[in-house]
């Protein structure tokens, strides 16, 4: 989980960075920016009746993969479309943050299910400590966001003090903004769904297995 949100959260903030070059240079437009901040604020309210029931019925590991699969997909299809429009890559950018907002909703639902398995191994119960450690995963996803953007739209070749870019930093800007974050979104599916254990399964057997250790500790 500590590898899934570092990674999530520094590519969905790199997003964010990479867009102002993206609409200002590749498409030549900021008014479309405004429209994808308010789409991601949007996207919010749309899966927000949707998690409960949907995570009731197939668990938290499986929607919060599905989540990250659905991100993927979606930068993924804008870097292989063949010359993708502002419409249609804000079209597909509501796909994909609708995606990652299923996964960012029960983010912190899955510490519960790792400090209960903590107790399970180890017979303690330390939620401020798993708590804790968790979200300074996520500070450090903050700080590397800003960070790895900067680096990222400098080797590609972006120079402040043109007024033009060339057609190659240009083509850099727009893999920055699809490319990148579809791979991440993709690391971040394959650590959660292969690499983390508490699938919905194993997480109701650890809710028995839990009472029955507190039993026999009494």
Do not use: C
């Not at 993924?76 to 943050?97: A, D, E, K, Q, R």
């Amino acid at each position: 989980m500590l590898v899934v949100s570092l990674v999530f959260m520094a590519t969905m903030l790199m997003i964010g960075v990479v867009n102002v070059y993206l609409f200002k240079n590749y498409f030549g437009t900021t008014a479309a920016l405004s429209i994808v901040g308010f789409i991601q604020t949007a996207t919010v309210f749309i899966a927000m009746p949707i998690i409960e029931p949907a995570v009731a019925r197939f668990g938290k590991k499986e929607i919060g993969s599905a989540g990250l699969l659905i991100a993927a997909v979606a930068y993924l299809s804008l870097y292989v479309l063949p010359g993708v429009s502002v419409t249609l890559f804000v079209s597909l950018t509501v796909v994909g943050m609708f995606g990652m907002n299923i996964f960012n909703m029960i983010t912190w639902a899955f510490v519960t299910d790792v400090t209960d398995y903590h107790e399970y191994l180890t017979g303690m119960r330390e939620d401020g400590t798993v708590y804790s450690i968790y979200s300074f995963s996520r500070k450090i996803g903050q700080a590397l966001a800003g960070g790895l953007a900067g680096f990222a739209i400098t080797a590609v070749g972006y120079d402040v003090t043109k007024g033009t870019q060339s057609q190659d930093v240009l083509d850099g800007i727009y893999s920055l903004a699809t490319l990148i974050p579809g791979l991440l979104f993709l690391l971040g599916f394959f650590v959660l769904a292969f690499f983390y254990p508490l699938n919905k399964k194993r997480t109701n057997q650890l809710v028995i297995d839990l009472e029955k250790n507190r039993e026999a500790n009494q």
